[in-house]
């Protein structure tokens, strides 16, 4: 388990009267992606969208996604709550209401951003509610939030479809996983960053529940 600071699994304790206070600078990370070298915020290739995908620690969960030959780019941070620019001892305050994601700058493409949510789906169980395996509090929840009306439907119909899955397979679990539009990303510190390519032997929890999602 990662250490925490203090850890809120009830995100209905949290509102804008009491969430930690925004901070005035964003923080700053390295212009080129540690492991392919592409440019983490500036010139992405022309038609190519962000999606945002929380699955647990971002650590293992980005080098899922950097290893992916239909990514053009990876990054970390922290969305979906309220406080501006974050640190990482906010967010494990669980005062901030935000998850940790994995930003995926991929092609504006339908059938890539179904390969997308295919690897989303099968490695973590989105079943667990403010948590994922030993890593508990409400920034290990499962999300995913998309800018675009076409992508928001898609997600929310893969949704469905993973939980007849489950229940094919004899699990009465019920899905979790959030999915919004349009939700402000804020950028992780640096050696978050691409973490487990600067640290090979760094934890890693991320398990899914072992059931494929088909595309």
């Known amino acids: 388990m990662r250490p925490s600071f203090f850890i809120t699994t009830n995100m209905n304790d949290i509102t804008r009267n009491n969430v930690l206070l925004d ?33 647990g620690c971002f650590w293992g969960a980005e080098r899922l996604f950097w290893e992916l030959p239909y990514v ?93 899955i489950l229940k094919k397979n004899n699990i009465s679990k019920t899905i979790t996983t959030e999915i919004k539009l349009n939700k402000k990303f804020y950028y992780a510190e640096d050696y978050h960053q691409q973490y487990l390519a600067k640290n090979p032997l760094g934890y890693c929890e991320i398990q899914g529940i072992g059931l494929d999602f088909e595309i």
Not at 26 to 52: A, D, G, Q, S, T
Not at 94 to 122: Q, R, S
């Open 72 to 164: 053009h780019v990876t990054s970390v941070g922290y969305g979906g709550g309220f406080t501006k620019n974050p640190t990482y001892k906010d967010i494990c305050s669980g005062l901030t209401e935000h998850a940790e994601l994995v930003k995926v700058v991929i092609h504006n493409d339908i059938n890539i951003f179904k390969k997308v949510l295919k690897v989303f789906w099968e490695n973590h169980d989105p079943t667990q509610g403010m948590r994922q395996g030993n890593d508990i509090g409400t920034q290990y929840r499962s999300c995913i939030y998309i800018n675009g009306e076409n992508f928001h439907t898609i997600a929310n119909e893969s949704k469905n479809k993973y939980q007849n």
């Open 23 to 55: 901070r005035k600078n964003e923080i700053e990370v390295n212009e080129f992606h540690y492991v392919n070298r592409n440019e983490v915020k500036n010139n992405y290739p022309n038609n190519h969208i962000e999606i945002f995908l929380g699955l």
